[in-house]
Every structure is written in structure tokens, then in C-alpha cells.
């Protein structure tokens, strides 16, 4: 069984932002996909499953862009596992992308 493919339309909108700042994005998209193909869950240095059950799995990956030149963009996607798809959820940068406060969750 092959794997498919879909992005929400959250996903489309930054992707197609962030094409006009990276060039390389598509082409560095396409080779993502061919490693989340072989193993959807990833590695353990580059891959985090964030949430699982016993049929979808969401994953926080790096991707590497080469016009970031060794800097990555963060994609969250859902994996499930019987169905063989992958749909992308949010593609961003991590330096635009403010990270949560966590010392207000203390309060």
C-alpha cells in the first residue's frame, strides 16, 4: 500500500508564504515526503511523536530547507498508521514562531 498525502488549508497558506521566502521549499517538501514514506514516524533525533492512539500519530519534524543553509523549518503532521496517510498540519519557522510561556502555567 502507498503512502498518500494531504495538507490541510492552514498548511497550503504558510506553505505557499513560505515558498516565496525559501525557493528551495518545494523541492525540499518533495524529499520529505520520500522519507516520511519509508518511515512515517521518523528518527528519534529529527522526529517527536507529540500525541498517539492506536491508529493516528502526530509527529513534529524538522525539514531541512537548503536555503536556510543548516537552519530547518518545523512541520507537525498526522500519521495513520491503517489508512498509509500522512496530513500535513502547520509548516513554520522556528525563529518566527514564539514559544510557549511556561512559567505562567505554573500560576
Same mark, same amino acid.
Given at each position: 500500500?502507498?503512502?498518500?498525502? /494531504? @495538507?490541510?488549508?492552514?498548511?497550503? %497558506?504558510? *506553505? ?7 525557493? !528551495? ?27 498517539? /492512539? @492506536?491508529?493516528?500519530?502526530?509527529? %513534529?519534524? *524538522? ?7 543548516? !537552519? ?36
Amino acid at each position: 500500500m502507498t503512502m498518500t498525502f /494531504d @495538507e490541510l488549508p492552514e498548511f497550503q %497558506k504558510e *506553505r505557499k508564504r513560505l515558498a516565496r521566502k525559501y525557493r !528551495s521549499l518545494s523541492e525540499d517538501l518533495r524529499e520529505f515526503r520520500n522519507v516520511v514514506s519509508v518511515g512515517p514516524l521518523g528518527n528519534q533525533k529529527h522526529f517527536a511523536v507529540i500525541a498517539w /492512539d @492506536e491508529n493516528l500519530h502526530i509527529v %513534529k519534524a *524538522r525539514l531541512f530547507c537548503r536555503y536556510l543553509k543548516g !537552519s530547518s523549518l518545523r512541520v507537525i503532521y498526522s500519521y495513520f498508521e491503517q489508512e498509509q496517510r500522512i496530513e500535513f498540519i502547520e509548516i513554520y519557522f522556528k525563529g518566527d514562531k514564539d514559544n510557549e510561556d511556561r512559567q505562567n502555567e505554573r500560576l
